[in-house]
T-cell receptor, first 111, second 114 residues
Framework: GDSVTQMEGPVTLSEEAFLTINCTYT??????LFWYVQYPGEGLQLLLK???ADDKGSNKGFEATYRKETTSFHLEKGSVQVSDSAVYFC??????????WGAGTKLIIKP | NAGVTQTPKFQVLKTGQSMTLQCAQD?????MYWYRQDPGMGLRLIYY???????DKGEVPNGYNVSRLNKREFSLRLESAAPSQTSVYFC?????????????FGPGTRLTVT
């Protein structure tokens, strides 16, 4: 079945560092791909999405490109801030409109 | 427009007690979902309701029941709580809008079973 694999955390960076959180997927067809973010004590919220190969999703300085050839959707940000500390989830939408989730990656940004 | 609301925010139960978690959405979405979130395991789908009047099991339905009361409300019931059900529970809703599909989440219910 479909699956999503994310890099394990926590990922600890200093403020203004470059961020990459890896996400790869296994799926039949060409699913839509998502990154969700969960700030401490809150529910999940959509960060960005991409619906077809080579699409780039972007929001709040974060970007991710849908790479069909490597079945990847890595999350990147050029300069992280303390306020970016959160848990990030990669997900894909399967053919039944269900979201298949990665395990989440905790990001800690130190001032 | 409150989005997705959940009650209660926190709950402590003793083993064997029952309770119902409430969820409501005001976005006129057709589909609603219940997830549990445990450390290191991401989100696991308990039950979902693709549309009013239908419910289906997800990945981890044992020990739970659901009711889709109307288009707005989707409740989750624990009939006899067990310590293994200690978790954070999230309700979500979505509209099946082709490839622009997105799920909207409530703030969660933190449940502890002792």
């Amino acid at each position: 079945g479909d699956s999503v694999t994310q890099m394990e955390g926590p990922v600890t960076l200093s403020e203004e560092a470059f961020l990459t959180i890896n996400c790869t997927y296994t799926a039949t067809g060409y699913p839509s791909l998502f990154w969700y973010v969960q700030y401490p004590g809150e529910g999940l919220q959509l960060l960005l999405k991409a619906t077809k190969a080579d699409d780039k999703g972007s929001n709040k300085g974060f970007e991710a490109t849908y790479r069909k050839e490597t079945t990847s959707f890595h999350l990147e940000k050029g300069s992280v801030q303390v306020s970016d500390s959160a848990v990030y989830f990669c997900a894909l939408r399967d053919s039944n409109y269900q979201l298949i989730w990665g395990a989440g990656t905790k990001l800690i940004i130190k001032p | 427009n409150a989005g997705v609301t959940q009650t209660p925010k926190f709950q402590v139960l003793k083993t064997g007690q029952s309770m119902t978690l409430q969820c409501a959405q005001d976005m006129n979405h057709n589909s609603m979902y219940w997830y549990r979130q445990d450390p290191g395991m991401g989100l696991r789908l308990i039950y979902y309701s693709a549309s009013e009047g239908t419910t289906d099991k997800g990945e981890v339905p044992n020990g739970y029941n659901v009711s889709r009361l109307n288009k707005r409300e989707f409740s989750l019931r624990l009939e006899s709580a067990a310590p293994s059900q200690t978790s954070v529970y999230f309700c979500a809703s979505s509209t099946r809008n082709g490839r622009m599909y997105e799920q909207y989440f409530g703030p969660g219910t933190r449940l502890t079973v002792t």
